[in-house]
Every structure is written in C-alpha cells, then in structure tokens.
C-alpha cells in the first residue's frame, strides 16, 4: 500500500505533468462542445413550442439566415481570437527565455490561464459550427436555444481575451516570474519534508553488491520508493540509491545497487535470489522516473537552479540587469532558509515488518548551497549591489542553519565570496563596507543556536 507520503508525490507528479501540457483542457473543451452544439438543437426542437413568454422574448429570434450569420461570424472570430492568442503566448516564451531562462518556459506551459483561454475560444469556435450543422434552409426550426448560448459563449471570450491580455502583461514581469518559481519550489520542499514513510537504521553496505543500470538517458525526475520497498521486500533484498532526483543519468550506467538480507550460507535462499535477479533489476529500474527535462514535483535543486539562472542571465552583458540578479538573491536565500530547516533524511526506509529496505539518497545541503551561489559570486562579485546581497545572504541562510555542518558550508562560501571580492576592482570606502558585513556574517555562524539571532 503506497504511504499518504507517496499518495501526494504521485498526485504532485501527475498535476504537473497533466499541467505542462498545452492540449488537454482545450481537447476537452472542444469534445464538450461538440456534445452541446449537437444536444442542445434537439432540446429546442422540444421545447419550441412550450417556451414561457419571458423566456422566448429573451432568446434569438432570428430567421435561418440570421441564426446562419451569427454562428458563421462567431465561429470566423473565435479562429482570428485563437490564432492572435497563440501568438502572444508565443512571443511570451521567447521573452522569458531570452531574458530570463529557457528552464522558465515550462512555467508559461503549465499557465492556468492559457489553457482556460484557449479552450474557452476552441470550445465557442467548435460549438459554433456544430450548431450551424442544424440550421436548416427550409427554417421549418430555429435552435433559438443554442443561438443564444453561442452568443453568450461569444461575450464570455470576448472577456478572456481582455482577462488573458492582462495577465500576459503581469506574466511578462520577472518579479513574476520569481515568485512563481520560488512558490513552486517551496511546495516542492514541503512535500519532500513531510515523509511519513517507516524509518530503520542504514544496514552495512558489503563489499561487492549488486548493480542496477539506468535503461535510458535522461534526468531523474522522480523515484516511486514505495516501488522500491516492496521489490526489495519481496525479493529479500536492500536497495541503496545512487542517484537522486534531478541528476543527469545515461543509459547503462549504475543508478542503484543492491544485496540481499539473507545469511551467505543459506545456499538454497541464495539460488532464489540470483533467479529472481533480473526482476528486482527491472522493478527497481522502472521505479525511477527517467525524463528529457528536470521537473519540479520531487526535485527541490530545480527552483535553484532556475532562479540562479535568471540572476546569472541578468548579470551578462547582453541584459545587465543587476536589479534583477539582487531580486534573484533574495529568492534563493528564503529557498536555502527553508532547505536549511529541513529535517535531516532518514537512514534507510523500512517496510511494514521494520526491516531496512532503501537506502535514500540525501539531499546535500553544500551542493544546492553552490547551485545557488557559485554562477552569481563570478559573475556578480564585481557589482557593489550583489556582493552585498551575497553577503547579506549567507547571513540570512545562517540564521536557519542549526547544524554545524551546515553552518561550515556556509563558512566556506563566505571565504570564498570575500576572495572573490578582494579580486575585483573595489575603492576603499566599498571594501570597508564589505569588511563590515563579512563581520556580521561570520557573527551569526559564531552562534551556537542561530535561531537565536
């Protein structure tokens, strides 16, 4: 039985990668709509005759050839309104990935408000014309009913295109943008933090143990542990993880490796496992989640990366924009806060007898720390703005850094952000500033519980 845990990375996988996608909700619109354009004429040819008089004086009333204009023209419209819509979204991407980050291009993909848009002009557009299917030329019968929704259709549009023009215009701000990916990557901590799953102490690893091989290239982009347990509980074995989520794997190189929990000398226990081999091999190789793209539902480096991304785009000559890179920071130093608050991962994961089955894969809090920081100190340290907001930075992180480990991570990026600082071209009324705040930083590590500062 998968853990609540594993019920929410599998519905967080599952959103985001329905979401990502263009097509699904204007496909659904478009069926929806073709099911109404055909009903809704044989609900008029019904209830023509019994309309209450408030309700008739309200709807179209029109002939045949008026009802044949207005969803000819509706349906002509909605093309032009789709086509100017898929424009827009297109030069948005270019935007974004030209001044931003190409990562950032998922995002706009992923919109709520694209895919409600143009399922809104699809959907009119297809209702439309598979309501002019039923206008007939005799005009025995008007589908004065379907007219008028199709008209009421056509304004709701007309609105979206106005609410969608908007929210393009806000979409375009990288503060936008910013906040989007940090609100991501927190939701994407939280759900990496609240692991419910049962805990066991790591069991020793022996000297030559078993290999499974990644079946194709890629990015790790999510891996289904309760998958894992229950291969490695039916077939007797620990499995230890060798690569995490979000690392680049290719095809025929080790991702994981295993040995069994049963004594050497049980000869007979020993022959069951070597002949199920190949299917804990398989079990265990189809629980990682192999993609052409890093995703962001179980790979907390993402956001990282994405948001270091667009301060070291700011930061290139062709933008220069360190406004923007200072923003960037700000980011990154509330996500490593947070990253830096996480609980420290368990040894191993153990299945519902209590024997150690996984060995995960931690987090390593150095790694995303120099993701984060190392792309903006080169590029950045020579700008009075975002070396003091490097600064400031390791400061902030350190006040939610209560283990010593990672207060000597951050000790070292200290170091080596004031070496960078030395090298550049500073005068001394700069340099004495940066003095200043390298002494409040190194203050707040000092401390023994920096929560306290």
Partial sequence: MPTSDGTRRWW????????SRIWPLPVAAIIAAVIAGILLPILDAAVDDVLPAWLAAILFSGGTDAARAVLT??????????????SLTVVALQLASNQASPRLLRTFASDRMVHVTLATFLGTFAYALTVLRSVSDTGELVPRIAVTVAFVLTLVSVLMLVLFLAHLASRLRVETMLRDVHRETTRTIALVGADDRPTAPAPVRPAQPHVVLA???????????????AAARDHGAVVRELRQVGASVI??????????????TDAAADRGTRADRSALEAAVAGAYHVGYERTSPQDIGFGLRQLADIAAKALSPGVNDPTTAVHALSHIAAVLGDLADLPEGPPAYADDDGAARVVPVRHDFAELVEVGMQQVRRYGAADPDVATRLFELVGDVGCHASRPEHRRVLEGQLDRLVASVAAADYDAHE???FARLEDRARDVLAQADPTSV
């Fill in 12 to 19: 967080a996988t599952l959103s985001e990668s329905i979401s």
């Fill in 73 to 86: 023209t509706i349906a002509g419209s909605l093309i032009t309104a789709t086509s100017l819509t898929f």
């Fill in 215 to 229: 079946r194709r290239s890629g990015f790790v982009t999510g891996i289904d542990r309760d998958a894992v347990v």
């Fill in 251 to 264: 095809e025929g190189t080790p991702i994981a490796e295993w040995w069994p929990t049963m004594s050497t």
């Fill in 431 to 433: 340099r004495a500033g």
